[in-house]
């Protein structure tokens, strides 16, 4: 997991990992933008290390749409459909803030 959130940002290819279990566990989605912005790269390339569509990436959504990127309607995970009312991450710093929180065990519920 995370150890500092400086060397969390300098491998970024470890998001896959840490995202993983961060956004399954909570099912909360995080914009691309704040994602790319927390580990400091645009979001091309963001899509670049999540890679093909699989479940971690899921959760990962456009910042128009608020749906997540490369899936049919028919491949949405049912946990994304029940917990749609909740607003996607969408800032670097509560993202930061969330997954540092998740680390130690206490994740917090967003607020609606």
Do not use: H
């Amino acid at each position: 997991m995370i150890k500092q959130w400086s060397t969390y940002a300098t491998k970024k290819i470890d998001i896959t990992q840490d995202l993983s279990a961060f956004l399954n566990s909570e099912k909360r989605s995080c914009i691309c933008k704040a994602l790319g912005d927390s580990i400091q790269e645009q979001a091309a390339e963001v899509e670049k290390y999540l890679g093909r569509p699989r479940p971690y990436a899921f959760w990962v959504v456009a910042m128009k749409t608020g749906l997540p990127r490369k899936y049919k309607a028919d491949e949405f995970d049912m946990d994304f459909l029940v917990n749609v009312s909740i607003a996607p991450i969408e800032d670097a710093k509560e993202l930061r803030r969330l997954l540092l929180e998740f680390e130690k065990g206490s994740p917090q519920t967003p607020k609606n």
